[in-house]
Antibody, heavy 119, light 110 residues
Framework: QVQLQESGPGLVKPSGTLSLTCGVS?????????WDWVRQPPGKGLEWIGE???????NYNPSLRSRVSMSLDKANNQFSLRLSSVTAADTAVYFC????????????WGQGTLVIVSS | QSALTQPASVSGSPGQSITISCTGT?????????VSWYQQHPGKAPKLMIY???DRPSGVSDRFSGSKSGNTASLTISGLQAEDEADYYC??????????FGGGTKVTVL
């Protein structure tokens, strides 16, 4: 079965860019149309960040749209998240997820990775 | 877009039934039958419990059920068990193909 694993720096400086990758194992990234990112600040609720389709179409949370970008690397079976101009408010556990079915984008999740924004 | 509105906490005794509400607008919950519910235990990734308002993925107990009326979706847990103690989040498709979570509800089994 397809498994997801987030990776990237656990510490990012304020005003810098957060970059994370989600590796897909046990199956092909071509098996699912949409791939998503979600975050959760410590002790707080979940926030949908956005999604990317196999065709490269993206949909982002309007509150983050000006700072976020996502990309897909089919050759390496992975997809990525970039969030620019980060502040302490971007400190969170970041999850990647894959689609369960149409309009159910968060069917299967990675374990999550904590990213702290601090100097 | 604003987060969907959920009660901060709900509690019940073992064996009882509880219901968690999730209130949105006609642009999200009320406009589409694309509401999902997630269960999250501390330190773990969320788990899909309900999708399409009322459907359960394979392997999810039939003690969990979903419904919707107008702009409010609901998750009912019947025969409450200790293992059901967790945070629960609703999640809805919105206009322009974006999605929004509820603020989350902490379920306590007394």
């Amino acid at each position: 079965q397809v498994q997801l694993q987030e990776s990237g720096p656990g510490l990012v400086k304020p005003s810098g860019t957060l970059s994370l990758t989600c590796g897909v194992s046990g199956g092909s990234i071509n098996s699912t149309n949409y791939w998503d990112w979600v975050r959760q600040p410590p002790g707080k609720g979940l926030e949908w960040i956005g999604e990317i389709s196999l065709g490269g179409n993206t949909n982002y949370n309007p509150s983050l749209r000006s700072r976020v970008s996502m990309s897909l690397d089919k050759a390496n079976n992975q997809f990525s998240l970039r969030l620019s101009s980060v502040t302490a408010a971007d400190t969170a556990v970041y999850f990647c997820a894959r689609e369960f079915g149409p309009y159910v984008p968060l069917g299967y999740w990675g374990q999550g990775t904590l990213v702290i924004v601090s100097s | 877009q604003s987060a969907l509105t959920q009660p901060a906490s709900v509690s019940g005794s073992p064996g009882q039934s509880i219901t968690i509400s999730c209130t949105g607008t006609s642009s999200d919950v009320g406009g589409y039958n694309y509401v999902s519910w997630y269960q999250q235990h501390p330190g773990k990734a969320p788990k899909l419990m309900i999708y399409g308002v009322r459907d359960r993925p394979s392997g999810v107990s039939d003690r969990f059920s979903g419904s919707k009326s107008g702009n409010t979706a609901s998750l009912t847990i019947s025969g409450l068990q200790a293992e059901d103690e967790a945070d629960y989040y609703c999640f809805s498709y919105t206009t322009y193909r974006t999605y929004v979570f509820g603020g989350g509800t902490k379920v306590t089994v007394l």
